[in-house]
């Protein structure tokens, strides 16, 4: 079976080094904690995955997903690792709280030292549509 992963929007944040700065600054002990109303109903199979961040309509960065936890508030934790990784863009629409995400579907991770992760957004959306990255 494939992995499941999810998406959230990163609300208020408008590139991936304001995303980076925020999760760095509610970082604890190496783990990094969203709140969500609900615990989604496929929980056991996003331990492992990934939640992926989108910022104005592209995914740009994901964290591993370690655990849920509940809060005394009666919400649910979504407990991650407190690193941030660059993914190769994607454009994906905004939607409220959360959204499944297939491993066919998931950005790959940028793990290279070529520097295309660090190119604009915009600009890497359209060398990949010309094929050109």
């Not at 990163?10 to 783990?31: K, M, N, W």
């Not at 609900?38 to 591993?64: N, Y």
């Not at 491993?103 to 940028?110: H, V």
Request: charged content about 30%; glycine content about 8%; hydrophobic content about 40%.
């Amino acid at each position: 079976m494939s992995q499941l992963h999810m998406t959230r929007v990163a609300v208020g944040c408008p590139d991936f080094p304001a995303l980076s700065e925020r999760i760095a600054s509610r970082t604890e002990q190496g783990e990094v904690h969203f709140a969500t109303r609900f615990k989604p109903k496929r929980a056991d199979e996003l331990i492992g995955g990934w939640l992926h961040f989108i910022v104005r309509h592209t995914i740009v960065g994901r964290v591993e997903i370690l655990r849920f936890a509940d809060r005394e508030d009666g919400r649910i934790d979504i407990v991650c690792r407190g690193v941030l990784e660059r993914v190769h863009p994607k454009p994906k629409r905004a939607h409220q709280g959360w959204r499944y995400l297939t491993e066919a579907e998931a950005p790959r991770g940028i793990d290279d030292d070529s520097g295309i992760g660090n190119l604009p957004p915009d600009l890497y959306r359209e060398l990949a549509e010309l094929s050109l990255i």
